[in-house]
């Protein structure tokens, strides 16, 4: 299990109620289910996001596959508009 930290950007962060916060979780399957918990808005959010894990792009690899290492930090990023 490694802790880290995970930083929450626009829809994201209002959603969440703050701009980042600790986590303790192994991957990010269990990391979306904890910071998802009690956070209805947050989770809806979150299933239309993707992610960096310490700037380097999730994809499309299934969250449960996803190792968090010690020291990790997750950005969520919602879907952007504009250009």
Do not use: C, Q
Not at 22 to 38: G, H, S, V, W
């Amino acid at each position: 299990m490694a802790t880290g930290k995970v930083r929450y950007w626009a829809a994201a962060k209002d959603a969440a109620g703050v701009a980042e916060e600790p986590f303790e979780a192994a991957n990010l399957a269990e990391l979306m289910t904890k910071i998802t918990a009690d956070r209805d808005e947050l989770g809806r959010v979150v299933r239309r996001s993707s992610f960096l894990i310490d700037g380097a792009p999730v994809g499309r690899r299934a969250h449960g596959s996803v190792v968090l290492e010690e020291g990790v930090t997750v950005e969520v990023l919602p879907p952007f508009a504009g250009g």
